[in-house]
């Protein structure tokens, strides 16, 4: 069957505007409800536009408690290679470790650096660019998670709702056939062959023994074929109490996935376990990937987890919290896709009565804190 057909009829890659469809009459009715068109970018004050996009990593670092996460830097355009060495020195940062953009999404743009020359290679990558970069300590385990997780603005009660297990692109060789050869012959691996061609050519070109397991892709983004799986027969009371203990340390956020890495599901189920990001309002429940799940189950899912969001959001809005209007909203977008929606603006206005969109930047749109100038180490 060619490649497209069976991407239509497998609801793990279908397009995101059809998997979010079934929650449109959902937004609508809060949306008139609450009287705001944005107002689920309330749900998390403590971050920049709740967690919507465009919010930076180094921000919602500083809300975690330091030991929960990796030693990070973050890393800017003008820093040379010596201050930066500096920084790892002085954090006990060692290589290999984690680059990633302060503002990405998706895990576009992560890759493992192994080397102090590889890392002066990007660096001068990052200064064309001109965009911010964090180098965060690598953590070793091979267990990935993702943990979905609410909080009551008014009880302070925590819930974990669902866990996402992640099983990384990899093969197992036959001593014939090459490493892309045998992910060809997979749908999932057949999606990552040309991307993998550009950037690790000796891996693919290698040929594993026979019933060896190659690792192909270390990093668990649902785009670099890592299989989406429904985890949460793994949530225990100990896990339960662990997140309750983190979501009280973590001020401003009520909705949103901790992505951890634990040693194993033994160590998980025990609340063990480090955070590689915490993402907000626009978290997906990504066990709704698992393959062995219907589209229906999807949908289920999914209004499951996004019907939690008009009672949090209603409940902050009583406490004093405001969303971001609509019109800072198309500001945004602009500015974090570098698009311009002259007309849309200008129906907005007219009909908010608004004729100014204000001269907010991008670093202080939103309920959420002054975005950082400098991170915690």
């Not at 970069?133 to 998670?145: C, H, I, S």
Request: aromatic residues 10%.
């Amino acid at each position: 069957m060619p490649l497209f057909l069976r991407d239509r009829l497998n609801h793990e890659y279908w397009p995101w505007y059809l998997t979010y469809l079934p929650l449109l009459p959902l937004i609508v009715r809060t949306a008139i409800k609450l009287r705001s068109a944005v107002f689920f970018s309330v749900a998390n004050p403590g971050i920049d536009m709740g967690g919507f996009f465009g919010e930076r990593k180094s921000d919602i670092y500083a809300l975690l408690p330091k030991a929960s996460y990796p030693k990070t830097i973050l890393v800017r355009p003008a820093d040379s290679a010596q201050q930066i060495l500096r920084q790892l020195k002085d954090a006990s940062v060692p290589f290999p470790l984690i680059m990633k953009p302060d503002i990405g999404e998706r895990g576009d743009g992560v890759r493992i650096i192994q080397s102090y020359g590889q890392l002066t290679t990007e660096l001068m990558n990052i200064q064309r660019a001109g965009q911010d970069y964090l180098l965060q300590e690598l953590v070793p385990w091979q267990a990935e998670f993702g943990l979905m997780v609410s909080k009551d603005p008014d009880t302070g009660i925590a819930s974990l709702l669902s866990i996402t297990g992640k099983r990384f692109l990899s093969v197992i060789g036959d001593g014939v056939q090459t490493v892309a050869d045998l992910l060809s012959q997979t749908h999932r691996g057949s999606k990552q062959v040309e991307r993998l061609l550009n950037t690790k050519i000796t891996l693919m070109s290698s040929i594993p023994a026979v019933g060896e397991e190659v690792l192909v892709e270390p990093i668990g983004n649902h785009c670099r074929g890592t299989v989406f799986y429904d985890a949460s027969n793994l949530i225990t009371l100990k896990l339960q109490a662990a997140i309750q203990q983190l979501m009280d340390q973590t001020k401003g956020v009520y909705y949103g996935r901790f992505d951890v890495r634990a040693f194993d599901d033994q160590a998980l189920m025990d609340g063990q376990f480090t955070i590689l990001e915490l993402n907000g309002v626009t978290s997906e429940p990504a066990h709704i990937y698992d393959p062995s799940f219907s589209a229906w189950q999807s949908w289920a899912e999914l209004y499951r987890h996004h019907a939690l969001l008009p009672d949090i959001s209603a409940k902050l809005i009583r406490q004093g919290y405001k969303p971001v209007t609509l019109l800072q909203l198309i500001q945004r977008s602009e500015q974090h896709f570098g698009i311009k929606l002259p007309i849309t603006k200008a129906i907005v206005k007219w009909f908010s009565g608004n004729d100014q969109i204000g001269s907010s930047t991008a670093a202080t749109l939103g309920n959420g804190p002054t975005m950082a100038t400098a991170l915690v180490k």
